[in-house]
């Protein structure tokens, strides 16, 4: 199934002024399907944090979203991330979190994407480049 979504606990956050696209660190991090297996509709209505990302899913490293604006249009934008050295299983889905503390499963979960250029991506022990959308969208549009 196509999906690209906020959670809807981020939702709930930006509505509430607690996400600041300009201020707050968001991360990047690749995900096995396979492994983060639930339904997108189910994972985007229920899971809010980290804790709900089984470790085994987790490909590669994390890395902080970069040279963020907003666009005149209304979206959040942003610098391209690479993620370097990427090996393990297929990546078919990228995950945006806020990180609020470093590496802890109360980190709030923001966007879940599984349609994207380069998706799934094989890893072969090289980066991998997430690249926004150039047109209206850019990373996304609340």
Do not use: C
Not at 40 to 56: E, F, L, W
Not at 86 to 94: D, I, L, Q
Not at 103 to 130: M, Q
């Amino acid at each position: 199934m196509a999906y690209n979504s906020l959670y809807a606990s981020a939702r709930t956050m930006l509505l509430k002024g607690e996400l600041l696209w300009l201020t707050d660190k968001f991360m990047v991090q690749l995900l096995d399907a396979g492994v983060y297996s639930t339904n997108a509709d189910t994972a985007i209505a229920t899971h809010t944090t980290m804790a709900d990302i089984p470790a085994g899913a987790l490909i590669g490293s994390a890395v902080e979203i970069t040279g963020k604006t907003i666009s005149t249009d209304g979206a959040a934008a942003a610098a391209n991330v690479t993620i370097p050295a990427v090996a393990g299983a297929t990546a078919e889905y990228v995950l945006i979190y806020k990180e609020v503390t470093p590496g802890a499963a109360t980190n709030p979960l923001i966007l879940l994407f599984n349609v994207a250029t380069g998706l799934p991506a094989t890893p072969n022990g090289g980066d991998i480049i997430v690249t926004w959308d150039a047109g209206i969208n850019k990373v996304f549009r609340p």
